[in-house]
């Protein structure tokens, strides 16, 4: 009787369900005696009991399934006729998606149908992403609330377990440890993960950069656990909803696939350090360093700097060389949606082609390793844009959409005062500002923004919509892809915030190196907004 509920069943043929039009089927007793069935395609598997779905989910968060190996008596004799299948994956829950484990009952005769829906099961879960990643977890434990560790051990590592990965728990001791671990340790590893803020992940990234095999160590992916204060990488990789999801973060560093990080790197004289989110200066570098008391405030520390900055609504003594690609914000739109329709064409090809698959997640191809550059300060020529800060306020229009006044120098008026410079990596810098929307991974450009000084009324005004990236229209807010850019400050503005790291300098030489270091998305690419999709056509 067990066998004729519990037997193995396909209603679809295999060609079929490899193309993900059919959903292959097997036949489980569930732990309370009543027949269920597991089933799974190219998108989803599900446990069903009485006909009606028990659990769902993705297929990309089933972790692992498995036969689990029977006891035997003294003898060696199987105490029970009945295998077990183990199966755990994610599922979606408030606050974080939670790890579900489920123990199902097999008949012994049908284990080589149960064999053949597990290869196939795991064939599509991990879609040619290595199994069983090699991960090095670096945990600063005094890092947001203080209890990362705790985190990692309740949310973080339960589902590594499940999923069979290897992982090396580091806790970091002091400033610049994670650095130093970077910098010294063997490259044994599959993933960098980091269960902090974005601190680490500057750390990480800093200390294999210095390293004599740097286009190597630079290799290995460096990716967020969000467990910190300022978590804006794991927000560009996860999206605004699940940024924060501890378990979805380790997800990614099981199954992402393989993106590149632009990062730049930013001299002053013989000293340079690399960036791989964002480089700030005038009332954004106040905001990054001013506000470090208030980390425990979470996000909101940026609205209050930025508040508080609008008070005192001050230019800063600047002049900027910049290496500029283009400063057409129509055209920083267009080649956007460009690169999701390309992306969202890639997906599709994916599914159907298991060697794409393969291909994304195991890297992408480039025609040659790159190299970091020596350290030197770069020498502007006649071909670069030059801004120079005045005291003028920038001319304000109302306006919600793109302008006619967008042009090739960014609409820039000579004697405009320059509130902030902001370069960026990644589009948002905390969750309630994404100040880079049109950034593109491995673009092999960095997105500049210098704000023109203009009334009090604007800038609180832009508030408002800086999660959504409305910022960008603002004529005042210019806007320039570039490789490179030179600046020189003056007085108290020689402050520069590098990933929320202080340094001084009254020259400092900022130059991308595309595609230098790597990370991991589930998407292969940053996490979809809205943006530019369907933009307003101003007023």
């Given at each position: 009787?067990?066998?004729?509920?519990?037997?193995?069943?396909?209603?679809?043929?295999?060609?079929?369900?490899?193309?993900?039009?059919?959903?292959?089927?097997?036949?489980?007793?569930?732990?309370?005696?009543?027949?269920?069935?597991?089933?799974?395609?190219?998108?989803?598997?599900?446990?069903?009991?009485?006909?009606?779905?028990?659990?769902?989910?993705?297929?990309?968060?089933?972790?692992?399934?498995?036969?689990?190996?029977?006891?035997?008596?003294?003898?060696?004799?199987?105490?029970?006729?009945?295998?077990?299948?183990?199966?755990?994956?994610?599922?979606?829950?408030?606050?974080?998606?939670?790890?579900?484990?489920?123990?199902?009952?097999?008949?012994?005769?049908?284990?080589?149908?149960?064999?053949?829906?597990?290869?196939?099961?795991?064939?599509?879960?991990?879609?040619?992403?290595?199994?069983?990643?090699?991960?090095?977890?670096?945990?600063?434990?005094?890092?947001?609330?203080?209890?990362?560790?705790?985190?990692?051990?309740?949310?973080?590592?339960?589902?590594?377990?499940?999923?069979?990965?290897?992982?090396?728990?580091?806790?970091?001791?002091?400033?610049?440890?994670?650095?130093?671990?970077?910098?010294?340790?063997?490259?044994?590893?599959?993933?960098?993960?980091?269960?902090?803020?974005?601190?680490?992940?500057?750390?990480?990234?800093?200390?294999?950069?210095?390293?004599?095999?740097?286009?190597?160590?630079?290799?290995?992916?460096?990716?967020?656990?969000?467990?910190?204060?300022?978590?804006?990488?794991?927000?560009?990789?996860?999206?605004?909803?699940?940024?924060?999801?501890?378990?979805?973060?380790?997800?990614?560093?099981?199954?992402?696939?393989?993106?590149?990080?632009?990062?730049?790197?930013?001299?002053?004289?013989?000293?340079?350090?690399?960036?791989?989110?964002?480089?700030?200066?005038?009332?954004?570098?106040d905001i990054d360093l001013g506000t470090e008391h208030l980390r425990w405030l979470g996000d909101?520390?940026?609205?209050?700097?930025?508040?508080?900055?609008?008070?005192?609504?001050?230019?800063?003594?600047?002049?900027?060389?910049?290496?500029?690609?283009?400063?057409?914000?129509?055209?920083?739109?267009?080649?956007?949606?460009e690169s999701r329709q390309a992306q969202a064409h890639t997906r599709r090809d994916q599914l159907?082609?298991?060697?794409?698959?393969?291909?994304?997640?195991?890297?992408?191809?480039?025609?040659?390793?790159?190299?970091?550059?020596?350290?030197?300060?770069?020498?502007?020529?006649?071909?670069?844009?030059?801004?120079?800060?005045?005291?003028?306020?920038?001319?304000?229009?109302?306006?919600?959409?793109?302008?006619?006044?967008?042009?090739?120098?960014?609409?820039?008026?000579?004697?405009?005062?320059?509130?902030?410079?902001?370069?960026?990596?990644?589009?948002?810098?905390?969750?309630?500002?994404?100040?880079?929307?049109?950034?593109?991974?491995?673009?092999?450009?960095?997105?500049?923004?210098?704000?023109?000084?203009?009334?009090?009324?604007?800038?609180?005004?832009?508030?408002?919509?800086?999660?959504?990236?409305?910022?960008?229209?603002?004529?005042?807010?210019?806007?320039?892809?570039?490789?490179?850019?030179?600046?020189?400050?003056?007085?108290?503005?020689?402050?520069?915030?590098?990933?929320?790291?202080?340094?001084?300098?009254?020259?400092?030489?900022?130059?991308?190196?595309?595609?230098?270091?790597?990370?991991?998305?589930?998407?292969?690419?940053?996490?979809?907004?809205?943006?530019?999709?369907?933009?307003?056509?101003?007023?």
């Open positions: 009787m067990l066998a004729s509920c519990c037997g193995a069943r396909a209603r679809a043929s295999y060609g079929d369900l490899e193309s993900g039009r059919g959903m292959d089927e097997l036949s489980v007793k569930l732990r309370d005696g009543q027949p269920g069935t597991l089933r799974c395609n190219t998108k989803v598997v599900e446990l069903l009991g009485r006909g009606k779905s028990i659990v769902s989910t993705p297929i990309n968060k089933l972790l692992n399934v498995a036969l689990v190996t029977e006891s035997d008596d003294q003898h060696g004799t199987p105490t029970t006729t009945d295998l077990s299948l183990r199966i755990s994956f994610l599922v979606k829950a408030t606050p974080h998606h939670k790890l579900d484990t489920r123990e199902l009952i097999i008949p012994r005769e049908d284990r080589e149908e149960a064999e053949r829906w597990i290869d196939l099961a795991m064939g599509r879960a991990y879609a040619g992403t290595p199994r069983a990643r090699k991960v090095r977890l670096l945990v600063n434990p005094i890092g947001g609330k203080g209890n990362a560790m705790s985190l990692v051990n309740s949310l973080a590592l339960p589902v590594y377990r499940a999923a069979g990965c290897e992982v090396d728990v580091i806790e970091t001791r002091y400033g610049k440890h994670a650095e130093e671990i970077a910098r010294d340790m063997k490259l044994d590893c599959d993933v960098l993960a980091a269960a902090s803020g974005d601190g680490i992940i500057h750390e990480l990234i800093n200390g294999l950069a210095i390293r004599s095999d740097a286009q190597q160590a630079l290799k290995i992916p460096v990716v967020p656990i969000p467990t910190g204060s300022a978590n804006g990488m794991s927000i560009n990789l996860l999206g605004l909803e699940e940024g924060f999801d501890i378990p979805l973060a380790v997800l990614n560093t099981i199954k992402g696939q393989i993106m590149p990080l632009d990062i730049c790197s930013v001299t002053h004289g013989d000293a340079r350090r690399f960036s791989f989110m964002s480089v700030a200066m005038g009332l954004m570098c909101t520390r940026f609205v209050y700097g930025f508040l508080k900055g609008i008070i005192s609504n001050s230019s800063m003594r600047c002049k900027i060389h910049i290496k500029v690609a283009t400063a057409d914000k129509g055209l920083m739109i267009q080649r956007l949606n159907d082609d298991p060697d794409q698959i393969r291909k994304a997640a195991n890297g992408h191809e480039e025609d040659s390793d790159p190299s970091i550059p020596p350290v030197r300060m770069l020498e502007p020529d006649e071909t670069w844009l030059i801004l120079e800060s005045g005291n003028q306020y920038a001319k304000v229009e109302k306006k919600d959409g793109p302008s006619p006044r967008w042009s090739s120098n960014g609409s820039w008026d000579e004697g405009e005062g320059m509130l902030y410079v902001y370069t960026g990596l990644q589009p948002y810098v905390a969750r309630d500002l994404m100040q880079f929307p049109v950034c593109i991974p491995g673009e092999g450009l960095m997105d500049v923004v210098v704000q023109s000084l203009v009334p009090r009324s604007v800038l609180a005004q832009s508030i408002s919509g800086g999660a959504e990236g409305k910022q960008f229209y603002l004529d005042s807010q210019h806007y320039y892809k570039a490789s490179a850019y030179v600046v020189e400050l003056e007085g108290k503005n020689s402050l520069v915030s590098v990933d929320g790291e202080a340094l001084r300098g009254t020259r400092l030489s900022v130059e991308l190196l595309p595609k230098m270091a790597r990370t991991l998305s589930l998407y292969g690419t940053w996490a979809q907004s809205t943006f530019g999709k369907a933009e307003p056509t101003g007023s």
